[in-house]
């Protein structure tokens, strides 16, 4: 099954595009050639750029908080294990911890490295990282793979708390959503939102060898799916058809 997630507000936007960033970064690190390595690094660089907003860290600290107050809410519910509670809580106070202990913006530390910031000026230039415009970038790529890495691994470890604190709050947002089989009748599916409830996160599963691309638009009151196809010359174009999905809505 193919997973298509779609965010009903921008803070979960953004926190879907930097855990994309940091799966990226974390398939590229372990990989030897430079050519991986020049493309973990520009990838802690975009890295950087989401999660450079003033408010990104208070946001998630304050989103952890809020978590720690909803599951604290459960104790003494007969149906909620007392020992699965403690273990979430814990998981969220250490986050908390390793974020808050940072100082500044994330990735502040990594903009006082000149070297770093000669190659981020450039990277987004069409081949601007050439050996004649960076010749010590050059020079470090022509070191020894264990080099690079370790380099790397110090240049990731101030952004590591914000990845972690991210990769928790997203897992209790999707397991919060429980699935449903749907049929999108002649290729389209709506259905309307109770009020007083806010959703956060559509997640749609369909299966590949139906070949259909689901386009999904939504706010707080209705979400709507259309179902379309590849034609001719890569035109998406609806497809006519009664197709089952899963849909499951993460509050």
Known sequence: MILYEYPFNERIRTYLRLEQLFGRLSELLPRSPALEHHFALQTIFEIMDVASRSDMKSDVLKEIERHKQQLNGYRGNPAISEAALDTVIAKLDERFSRLSQRSGKTGQSLTENDWLMSIRSRIGIPAGTC?????????????????????LQTWVEPLAPLADAIALLLKLLREAGSAQKVIAIGGQFQQNLPQGRTYQLLRLRIDPALNLIPEISGNRLLISVRLLRQGDEQRLQLAPQDAAFELALCA
Do not use: E, I, N, V
Request: proline share 5%; with cysteine; net charge neutral.
């Open 131 to 151: 050996s004649f415009d960076l010749p010590a970038y050059c020079h470090w790529q022509h070191r020894s793979a264990a080099l690079r890495q370790a380099d």
